[in-house]
């Protein structure tokens, strides 16, 4: 495991993983569940970095039944699914808190919004640097390298970082020149 990034902690038998314990991928994504012959197996809970996670019964590594829920609180539901659609597109925290009055727009679903750098783009879980093609979630931690596909979405309808304007700048009130 040392070779590809990952940890284990837990039972062991016969030298495999086996029993309770939880893994961690490199990813900083964590297993904490059952393990039989070295897989995930039986219930378990994956957690990822955003916060979110999937609850599921494993089989032999493969997860054969499970829920993702979203780490606002808000659970995947793949049928009925009412939640931001053409009808609705209120974040869950409107749905649960209210929506802010007139001329207070929630531009996330977190508030107040996360500062984004200069040139990079919000994607929701976190930052993508179009010169490098990375997506980071909010601390800076590597969540993957994105594809053209991606690249072309994020740019098109994500919220973009501009850089902030020295405060020596701008016009005077009433003047249209600068200071």
């Known amino acids: 495991m040392e070779f590809t990034g990952s940890s284990y902690k837990g039972a062991y038998k016969n030298a ?12 900083n994504t964590r297993y904490e569940g059952e393990m039989k012959d070295g897989m995930f197996h039986g219930k378990g809970v994956l957690h ?35 939640y931001c659609h053409s009808n609705d597109r209120r974040f869950y925290t409107e749905r649960c808190s209210g929506v802010k009055p007139a001329g207070e727009s929630q531009l996330t679903n977190t508030e107040p919004p996360p500062e984004i750098p200069d040139g990079c783009y919000d994607c929701g879980e976190g930052f993508y640097d179009p010169e490098t093609r990375v997506v980071t979630d909010h601390a800076g931690g590597f969540l993957r390298n994105a594809d053209d596909q991606e690249h072309e ?16 700048e701008g016009c005077a009130p009433g003047s249209s ?3």
């Open 153 to 168: 979405w994020i740019t098109r309808t994500c919220r973009k970082g501009m850089p902030q304007k020295d405060e020596s």
């Open 48 to 82: 990822f970095p955003n916060g979110g996670k999937y609850e599921g019964i494993w089989e032999k590594g493969i997860c054969k039944q499970g829920c993702y829920t979203f780490s606002d609180g808000l659970e995947y539901k793949e049928k009925d699914w009412d």
């Open 177 to 179: 020149t600068k200071l």
């Open 16 to 27: 495999r993983m086996e029993g309770r314990g939880e893994y961690t991928l490199p990813t």
